[in-house]
């Protein structure tokens, strides 16, 4: 079975930085995208940054320039930098794949179960 594991959540002050991983395990014949989305209270969820498996990179324009996606292909894991935190920035961050089984299997997303981020004074 198939799993995202994320983790490096906290609680932080404005300003400060966290760095989030989120490592793949179980049967996975290859990763193509992956990515980070993260969901404020009473919002929907977002897009916050993806990276493909050729290392191109998409941000929010909300994040740009102060949130780093990176991956680890042999790792299988994604991370994401977060410097200049703000009190917006507070939400739960979940990681995502897109990833095939095997070489004859489609293309499938698969979730972590999210990390919490607090950035509060």
């Known amino acids: 079975q198939v799993q995202l594991v994320e983790s490096g959540g906290g609680s932080v002050q404005p300003g400060e930085s966290l760095r989030l991983s989120c490592v793949a395990s179980?049967?996975?014949?290859?990763?193509?995208?992956m990515g980070w989305y993260r969901q404020a209270p009473g919002k929907q969820r977002e897009l916050v940054a993806t990276?493909?498996?050729?290392?191109?990179?998409n941000y929010a324009d909300s994040v740009k320039g102060r949130f780093t996606i990176s991956r680890d292909n042999a790792k299988k894991t994604v991370y994401l930098q977060m410097n200049s935190l703000k009190p917006e920035d507070t939400a739960v961050y979940y990681c995502?794949?897109?990833?095939?089984?095997?070489?004859?299997?489609?293309?499938?997303?698969?979730w972590g179960q999210g990390t919490l981020v607090t950035v509060s004074s």
């Open positions: 995502n794949a897109d990833l095939r089984e095997r070489p004859t299997s489609r293309y499938r997303e698969v």
């Open positions: 179980g049967k996975i014949f290859y990763i193509n995208a």
């Open positions: 990276i493909t498996s050729g290392a191109s990179t």
